[in-house]
């Protein structure tokens, strides 16, 4: 019997936000500023290794990680523009997956417990959540990142699984839905116990299909 579902973020709840910021056809920062996109694709990889790990105690050094960010990526591309600019053209790339927000809902009024287990920055994460109004639906003690973990989901040891069964009160792994975008996650999340549903994050119709696969199971 399944207990808990948890999402990741990027892919599931909303559209990723580094892929399609950076190289963004049209709005992208390699389209806006003429730059090499599979350049910017790489270092792009560069800079998610090294932040995606970084925690932030409080506001002030969530601010500090994403400025020095884009410091970074301004000095590699010699780009005269301050982190202001960039972090500007970020909120637009923040976007619900169509059809996610109504799940949730639905979810949010039945009896299994709801939890994120997302490899993302201190402050993607905070502005993901604060723009989806994802606090009405996860609880913060089950928001789980890898910037607070220190590791991806697909460290060796399950150290983010673990964190958020931790946060589940004693939930066993075999009781949890993980819904993810990406197979490698997935696989990870079996092999620890949980069940797991690949979220067809590039389709339109996504949430209708998550809703149709939990249907079945009986949790909504």
């Given at each position: 019997m399944?207990?808990a579902?948890?999402?990741?973020?990027?892919?599931v709840?909303a559209?990723?936000?580094?892929?399609?910021l950076?190289?963004?056809k049209?709005?992208?920062?390699?389209?806006?500023h003429h730059?090499?996109p599979?350049?910017?694709w790489?270092?792009?990889?560069?800079l998610?290794?090294?932040f995606?790990?970084?925690p932030?105690?409080n506001e002030?050094e969530?601010?500090m990680?994403?400025?020095?960010y884009?410091k970074?990526?301004?000095?590699?591309f010699?780009?005269?523009?301050s982190?202001?600019?960039f972090i500007n053209?970020?909120?637009k790339?923040?976007?619900?997956?169509e059809g996610?927000t109504p799940?949730l809902e639905k979810?949010k009024s039945?009896?299994v417990?709801l939890?994120?287990?997302?490899?993302n920055?201190e402050f993607?994460?905070?502005?993901?959540?604060?723009?989806?109004?994802?606090t009405r639906?996860?609880?913060?003690?089950?928001?789980?990142s890898s910037?607070k973990?220190g590791?991806?989901?697909?460290?060796?040891n399950?150290?983010?699984?673990?964190?958020?069964?931790?946060?589940?009160?004693?939930?066993?792994?075999?009781?949890c839905l993980?819904?993810?975008?990406?197979?490698?996650?997935?696989q990870?999340?079996?092999?620890?116990?949980?069940?797991g549903?690949?979220?067809?994050?590039?389709s339109?119709h996504g949430?209708?299909?998550?809703s149709v696969l939990l249907?079945c199971?009986?949790l909504?």
């Amino acid at each position: 019997m399944i207990k808990a579902i948890i999402f990741d973020i990027g892919g599931v709840l909303a559209y990723d936000v580094w892929e399609h910021l950076l190289l963004d056809k049209e709005e992208g920062i390699a389209a806006l500023h003429h730059l090499n996109p599979q350049a910017v694709w790489e270092y792009g990889k560069v800079l998610w290794e090294e932040f995606a790990h970084l925690p932030a105690g409080n506001e002030k050094e969530r601010k500090m990680l994403e400025a020095a960010y884009w410091k970074k990526f301004s000095k590699k591309f010699s780009l005269p523009h301050s982190p202001e600019h960039f972090i500007n053209l970020t909120d637009k790339f923040i976007q619900p997956v169509e059809g996610m927000t109504p799940l949730l809902e639905k979810l949010k009024s039945s009896e299994v417990m709801l939890a994120i287990c997302s490899n993302n920055t201190e402050f993607w994460l905070h502005r993901q959540v604060e723009k989806l109004g994802l606090t009405r639906f996860f609880r913060p003690e089950n928001v789980i990142s890898s910037c607070k973990i220190g590791v991806s989901k697909s460290s060796p040891n399950y150290e983010m699984f673990r964190a958020v069964i931790n946060s589940l009160n004693g939930i066993t792994p075999f009781s949890c839905l993980f819904i993810d975008d990406r197979w490698p996650n997935i696989q990870r999340a079996l092999e620890f116990g949980m069940k797991g549903i690949i979220f067809p994050a590039e389709s339109k119709h996504g949430a209708a299909y998550l809703s149709v696969l939990l249907s079945c199971l009986s949790l909504l």
